[in-house]
């Protein structure tokens, strides 16, 4: 029987030989942890993977936004399947508003009268959500009514990312990259809002059949499909679903903080969809329980190491 490999620490050590001890040490999160890295690593030198990532929860106003355009910019990922609140922060943000630390201790009610809104400790505008309600506006009216009457999530933000002129926005970075983003449950957010306001006076028709087909079309012929999944909810389960028609995913790794056993897709383990055919190999597959605001900037560090060794 194989012996636990203890991890050895010192003040020179790069991010990759950390993530390579702990993948050798085999067992708990650490174990998890590094075979997470490597797997990602290998994504990013395969030219030949498609690499799609996932992402719920608040990572874009959370500090992770410039880790998600770099490796968008950086070609390391290839696609972006994502929840309405990171579009909406994201908007925010290449608007000129920023977020703002807070506390999670906060007097709610002194927060809402002082025009600020919470996501746990940080805090944003409403003056900021207003001035996102304008932009969406105007950024619609200069999309050809032809074009609103039937138009995908992905759609939408590409004539998004054309108007975004902020370098560190994602969408803009997607939409220059060649990179889609799909949003299946864009309406869920406040820059789902502005659009069914949007839609009350002017025509603007969204269809999330079109997101679909062009999420299959782009990765049923590859040969190699790679996912990261940061959080869980509708990104997760749509860029897993689309690749049943190619037999699964090849590889994928998870972090995610819900628990698996409520029987929730979100706290699930990768292993579990293999029965479904969204995943093909277990042994390229790891769920690593943590919080992705903290893990996940390591991994990528790790993988990119990687990637140049």
Same mark, same amino acid.
């Given at each position: 029987m194989p012996l636990v490999s203890h991890i !050895? $620490?010192?003040d020179r050590m790069s991010v990759l030989n #950390? *993530?390579?001890?702990?993948e050798a040490a085999r067992v708990l999160g650490a174990g998890r942890f590094g075979k997470a890295a490597r797997i990602l690593g290998e994504m990013f030198?395969?030219? @030949?993977?498609m690499k799609l990532i996932s992402i719920a929860g608040p990572l874009i106003p959370g500090g992770l936004r410039s880790v998600i355009t770099d490796l968008v910019d950086g070609g390391y990922v290839n696609g972006v399947v994502t929840t309405g609140a990171n579009v909406t922060h994201d908007m925010l943000e290449a608007l000129g508003h920023r977020h703002i630390v807070g506390s999670e201790n906060a007097d709610d009610v002194r927060l809402k009268r002082r025009g600020l809104s919470r996501i746990y400790d940080l805090? %944003? *505008?409403q003056r900021s959500i207003e001035g996102l309600e304008r932009a969406t506006y105007r950024m619609l009216d200069r999309i050809p009514e032809s074009k609103r009457r039937n138009i995908g999530s992905h759609e939408l933000l590409w004539e998004f990312g054309k108007q975004l002129k902020d370098r560190r926005s994602f969408i803009r970075a997607a939409q220059v990259r060649g990179a #889609? $983003?799909?949003c299946p449950g864009i309406f869920d957010s406040m820059v789902g809002l502005h659009l069914w306001t949007y839609s009350r006076l002017h025509q603007l028709i969204l269809n999330p059949l079109r997101d679909f087909s062009r999420l299959v079309d782009m990765t049923y012929e590859r040969k190699r499909v790679g996912v990261i999944i940061l959080g869980g909810g509708m990104p997760k389960h749509q860029v897993l679903i689309a690749n049943t028609y190619r037999g699964g995913v090849d590889a994928a790794i998870q972090i995610t903080l819900d628990r698996p056993d409520g029987g929730g897709f979100s706290g699930a383990p990768l292993e579990e969809a293999i029965s479904w @055919? !969204? %995943?093909k190999d277990p042994k390229r597959v790891v769920t690593v329980v943590g919080d992705a605001s903290v893990l996940f900037p390591i991994l990528a560090v790790s993988a990119l190491q990687q990637s140049r060794a």
């Open positions: !050895k $620490i010192s #950390l *993530t390579q001890q702990m030198r395969d030219n @030949g993977c805090y %944003v *505008t #889609l $983003i799909f @055919g !969204k %995943v």
